[in-house]
């Protein structure tokens, strides 16, 4: 098997534009949660969201003009144009690098701007149908970058950011090829804020993942990429490699459309299977980055599924989840989870589980509670589940 090293990564969250104002965010433990502006609040009862405020699209397009894309093309272009920047190919990146992002939405916001054209008797713009297909924003980077190589869209909830990073990884550590740029992005969208307001899934005040008094999640927006190579390319060419991913699991609960297996045996099952792959033992990783919704039911089954699956172990390995922070990110979680715990990995500070006061029982992991902790960190976890019990789990190390 071939191995696999990250040497670019980009991101786009409500901290900011980059890894270095996406760092700084996390090291001060703040929390990018706020009042929506995207839209009209007003008939909700419940208003809070991490937008990407000031978001301005900082890349000179030279293929397609700006005013093509939708918010979804440029969070995604953004992010891959950093990526693609510090992994520093000489003329570019090679042609047949294929691109997998996952996304739960697409370009639902251009989908919701068609049907208001058609509804106000308006010919609707056919723009808006380009942009409202879920293929469309990795087609925009392919055609950006002069990619031929193959294009996926995974759409598998919020597992779907992870999952992309997950294929990119089996392909080139099976050998099939060596070079790919996968992450995963989704947008601060009405559509899907009613939906989850409509499940009661959002919160009141503050989104607090593992605590006592914890009542719904923030929806948040945002892109992450990462630039994956085969060990042996990267070294020929000079590139230096940010982290090595060592491990991927993947399973399905088969239980519930929203509702995880409250044992948490799929998402464990998924867990072992990243292990497995990386060749460790649970006591071998130095912290998890947990998928934390702060949902009653998803933080109560993530506890359990790390318990189930580390033993003695999850009594001391350090857990967050950054959600608190940047919000539910939906396609682009696993991949901005990813890489803000490569952040954390390179940096040796641990991303805090802000907001959380009141330890749960049924959650007893060891929380980092307090933004600015240090730790020696070679292996960490970051996990992924999501609705219809999709479940997603990668493994990296440092370089």
């Known amino acids: 098997m071939k191995r696999v090293v990250i040497t670019g990564m980009g991101i786009v969250t409500g901290l900011g534009l980059g890894k270095d104002e996406n760092l700084s965010g996390i090291i001060e433990g703040r929390d990018a949660v706020r009042e929506i502006t995207s839209f009209d609040t007003s008939v909700y009862k419940k208003t809070l969201g991490a937008e990407a405020r000031g978001f301005k699209f900082p890349v000179r397009l030279k293929k397609i003009k700006t005013a093509r894309y939708d918010r979804a093309a440029k969070l995604v272009l953004a992010a891959a144009d950093e990526a693609f920047g510090e992994a520093a190919f000489k003329g570019g990146p090679p042609a047949h690098t294929i691109v997998v992002l996952g996304t739960t939405l697409g370009g639902m916001i251009s989908g919701a701007a068609y049907h208001r054209e058609l509804l106000a008797g308006k010919p609707g713009r056919h723009k808006h149908l380009y942009d409202y297909l879920a293929c469309s924003q990795a087609a925009d980077v392919s055609t950006e970058w002069g990619l031929t190589g193959q294009t ?220 600015g902790q240090k730790a020696s960190l070679k292996r960490i976890m970051s996990n992924s589940f999501g609705f219809g019990g999709a479940n997603a789990v990668l493994v990296m190390q440092s370089y």
């Open 152 to 371: 996926f869209t995974v759409s598998n909830a919020c597992a779907s950011g992870a999952n992309a990073i997950g294929f990119a990884f089996r392909e080139i550590r099976s050998g099939r090829l060596d070079t790919a740029l996968a992450g995963g992005f989704d947008t601060m969208c009405e559509f899907t804020y009613a939906g989850f307001n409509s499940l009661q899934a959002i919160t009141r005040s503050r989104c607090s993942p593992f605590d006592k008094n914890r009542d719904g999640l923030a929806l948040g927006e945002g892109a992450a990429v990462l630039v994956l190579e085969e060990l042996a390319q990267a070294e020929k060419r000079g590139a230096r490699a940010l982290a090595e991913i060592t491990g991927y699991g993947e399973s399905s609960d088969a239980f519930h459309i929203t509702r995880p297996e409250p044992t948490g045996e799929g998402a464990a099952a998924a867990i072992k299977e990243a292990l497995a792959v990386a060749g460790i033992a649970p006591s071998d990783i130095d912290y998890i980055n947990a998928h934390g919704t702060a949902t009653i039911f998803n933080d109560a089954m993530e506890a359990a599924a790390i318990k189930r699956a580390f033993g003695a172990a999850a009594k001391t390995v350090p857990v967050s989840s950054v959600k608190a922070m940047i919000g539910h990110t939906l396609g682009g979680a696993g991949a901005a989870e990813a890489v803000i715990s490569i952040l954390a990995l390179r940096s040796g500070i641990l991303p805090p589980n802000i907001n959380y006061t009141t330890p749960d029982p049924d959650c007893d992991l060891n929380i980092v509670d307090r933004p």
